[in-house]
């Protein structure tokens, strides 16, 4: 099963019309991690996932882009 976490942080970031460093100021990590996360680079820990999924106002399933 193939993850869109790192297109669906950047998407919903966008749609809430945020930089990457406000983001990263808002979920308090740096901003290298925000651009890591949506390059693919890294990835969020579930707890972190968990916080974005609120902050963005979603489900984890829909930020991980999981699909039934």
Known sequence: MKSNL???IKFY???K???QEQLA???GVSVGAV???ENGASAPELPLVME???F???SVD???GYKV
Do not use: I, Y
């Open 13 to 15: 970031r966008k749609e």
């Open 35 to 37: 651009s890591k996360w």
């Open 56 to 58: 963005f106002g979603t």
């Open 52 to 54: 974005l999924a609120d």
């Open 6 to 8: 790192n297109e669906n």
């Open 25 to 27: 100021e808002a979920m």
């Open 62 to 64: 829909s930020l991980l």
């Open 17 to 19: 019309n945020l930089t």
